[in-house]
């Protein structure tokens, strides 16, 4: 049935199937019911903090530590695309259902970032990152990781092409796709300098 699908269908069937197996993946490892890791308990309130107020200037709970000034939520995106899930299903379980989809997502995205830079074999690649038990506890703690590795991927992912195809790196959606990772990454999680230090790596490699 597959060989007689267009070529775009078929990748669109092949993504949904990734996509799908890794919902599946991630929702049966998901501790459903609480937390394994207590930062998850910070992004919840945060997001279901903002999804009344809007978005926090100031943290006033911290006033007895260091850092009761100088409040920034550097991890904004995260809570705000946390919101809709805490909104229909509620703080923790909606937490943990944005988990399973952005752990899901950022598989998602890696296959597709493997089947791009043209990787033989790419579900064999992306089956042995969702099978790793280092990377499955670090995805399923309903934290910003995926949403980071996301952009770590995808960031890196655009170095290689465009080091592959250097005669388009000229065009103004490379410099943009650039500029929406690099921002995406810095709104997302504190550790957005990681993907220039990957994309550095890569540069070396290539020289």
Request: with cysteine.
């Amino acid at each position: 049935i597959l060989e007689r699908m267009p070529l775009r269908l078929r990748s669109f069937v092949a993504y949904l199937v990734v996509w799908i197996l890794s919902l599946g993946w991630f929702a049966f490892f998901q501790s459903w019911g609480g937390f394994n890791d207590p930062d998850a308990f910070y992004h919840a309130k945060i997001a279901s903090v903002m999804s009344v107020q809007g978005p926090l200037h100031a943290f006033p709970w911290l006033d007895l530590t260091l850092f009761d000034k100088g409040f920034s939520d550097h991890h904004l995106l995260f809570h705000l695309l946390l919101i809709p899930f805490i909104r229909w299903w509620g703080m923790l379980p909606g937490t943990q259902i944005a988990a399973v989809a952005f752990a899901a997502t950022f598989i998602l995205v890696l296959y597709a970032c493997l089947r791009r830079l043209s990787l033989q074999h790419p579900e064999v690649w992306t089956a042995l990152a969702a099978l790793s038990s280092p990377l499955l506890v670090r995805l399923s703690l309903a934290k910003a990781s995926p949403l980071a590795l996301v952009w770590f991927v995808l960031g890196v992912a655009l170095m290689l092409h465009a080091l592959s195809h250097p005669e388009r790196t000229k065009r103004w959606p490379w410099i943009l796709g650039g500029c929406v990772i690099g921002c995406g990454y810095a709104l997302s999680h504190g550790g957005w300098v990681i993907v220039l230090i990957g994309q550095g790596v890569v540069l070396m490699g290539a020289a």
